[in-house]
């Protein structure tokens, strides 16, 4: 088996965005990510007629990264408490390669310095508007 250094995200991550409708009378938690890898908590709960873009379905044990503030260490792992809760498409989820990696492995790695890096690295855009690019995060 090869070291773990030595695989990209891509074998390590299984990318997991389902789309989710919602119904407009039923009540949904949102995820809310803290940077300097402060946790993923709960943002609250929204009634889905008070909500307007797509939403996708995170599940317990996913690991969970902003695109626009990964950069930040906005990222974690979906606890428990935050199953079935939905997230818009700026939240990449992921399921792990479980054949590769251990997910408390994987979690420790990704709150480095080194991996913050590579997600500076892996960030492109203007001022407010710098966004992880997808390709770039998941071949490193």
Do not use: W
Request: proline share 2%; hydrophobic share 35%.
């Amino acid at each position: 088996m090869k070291n773990v250094s030595s695989y990209r995200l891509s074998e390590l991550l299984i990318s997991k965005q389902v789309m989710f409708s919602v119904k407009p009378f039923d009540t949904y938690k949102q995820i809310k990510l803290r940077i300097k890898h402060q946790g993923v908590e709960l943002r609250g709960l929204k009634k889905g007629n008070e909500i307007g873009s797509k939403q996708y379905l995170a599940k317990t044990g996913q690991f969970i990264i902003s695109k626009i503030d990964a950069r930040n260490g906005a990222m974690g792992i979906i606890p428990e408490s935050l199953d079935n809760a939905i997230v818009t498409g700026d939240f990449l989820l992921y399921d792990f390669n479980t054949n590769l990696i251990i997910p408390e492995y994987f979690s420790y790695i990704s709150q480095t310095s080194s991996f913050d890096n590579s997600c500076k690295i892996c960030s492109e855009g203007s001022t407010n508007r710098v966004r992880l690019k997808l390709d770039r995060f998941l071949n490193f």
